[in-house]
């Protein structure tokens, strides 16, 4: 028993000792560490750098939290009206998912590289579960990059990422990563992949917050907080945006 543990031990330590390797490999700091998003935000650069091996290749990824997602599926009843027919929902899909990396993704899919894959979009779909009301979804997962890809939220960039010449085994890189306008007040998570031969042989991250700011902070709280007062401001506002838009039609309806 006594040799048990001992084995035990020194596994645990061997790990330990790997993991920190590992961890030691590469190196990342990220700016800005925090987003506001103000009235006038419409989007934004993100700047990640640091280092990693110089034999090894970046791949930065900007990632939102897991969520539970509800759409529905269109089609045609009786093959001539458009409708609502299905629910779906699904799970495990990350809000924003932004791929970046130097060079093709296929190149970096080295013996097999099923690793590499899975930080790519269509890698999410292991993770995704996918419920659907009448059945029948086999495109659903398809659908649903095709819709995050057209908002801007799911999206996979190559060459925004540069490198400096090598030294000491080690080779610094800087990614810049636009971040969409349509941005949810959050945490997110940026994470950086050394890969090698098809493989990841380390990652570091770093958190990034977005926050309301300004007339945007306000009216959110406004609406959780003072749900009747965010009924009238917004009624005052839609009124006298009504009423501008008619000042104009009528200004150039008189020249």
């Known amino acids: 028993?006594?040799?048990?543990?001992?084995?035990?031990?020194?596994?645990?330590?061997?790990?330990?000792?790997?993991?920190?390797?590992?961890?030691?490999?590469?190196?990342?700091?990220?700016?800005?560490?925090?987003?506001?998003?103000?009235?006038?935000?419409?989007?934004?650069?993100?700047?990640?750098?640091?280092?990693?091996?110089?034999?090894?290749?970046?791949?930065?990824?900007?990632?939102?939290?897991?969520?539970?997602?509800?759409?529905?599926?269109?089609?045609?009843?009786?093959?001539?009206?458009?409708?609502?027919?299905?629910?779906i929902t699904f799970n495990g899909a990350p809000s924003v998912c932004l791929v970046s990396s130097a060079v093709d993704f296929k190149s970096l899919e080295a013996n097999g590289g099923a690793s590499i894959r899975m930080l790519r979009l269509s890698g999410l779909k292991g993770s995704v579960q996918i419920e659907a009301s009448g059945g029948g979804h086999e495109n659903a997962f398809e659908e649903l990059l095709k819709l995050k890809q057209k908002e801007g939220l799911y999206r996979e960039t190559l060459g925004n990422i540069s490198y400096e010449s090598a030294s000491q085994g080690q080779k610094s890189f800087l990614a810049q990563v636009p971040i969409p306008s349509r941005l949810s007040p959050g945490d997110y998570m940026v994470e950086l992949d050394a890969v090698r031969n098809g493989e990841v042989i380390a990652r570091a991250e770093q958190p990034v917050t977005v926050k309301l700011v300004g007339f945007p902070a306000l009216l959110a709280g406004l609406a959780f907080g003072h749900s009747a007062l965010y009924g009238i401001l917004a009624t005052i506002i839609a009124l006298l945006a009504g009423l501008a838009i008619g000042l104009v039609f009528q200004s150039r309806g008189a020249h």
């Open 1 to 87: 028993m006594k040799i048990a543990y001992l084995i035990l031990f020194a596994g645990l330590c061997l790990f330990t000792v790997s993991t920190a390797a590992a961890q030691d490999l590469v190196r990342m700091t990220v700016e800005p560490q925090a987003i506001s998003i103000g009235a006038l935000y419409n989007g934004t650069t993100l700047i990640a750098k640091g280092s990693l091996p110089a034999d090894s290749e970046a791949i930065v990824r900007f990632m939102g939290t897991s969520c539970e997602l509800h759409m529905k599926q269109r089609g045609k009843v009786g093959g001539i009206v458009w409708m609502n027919l299905d629910s």
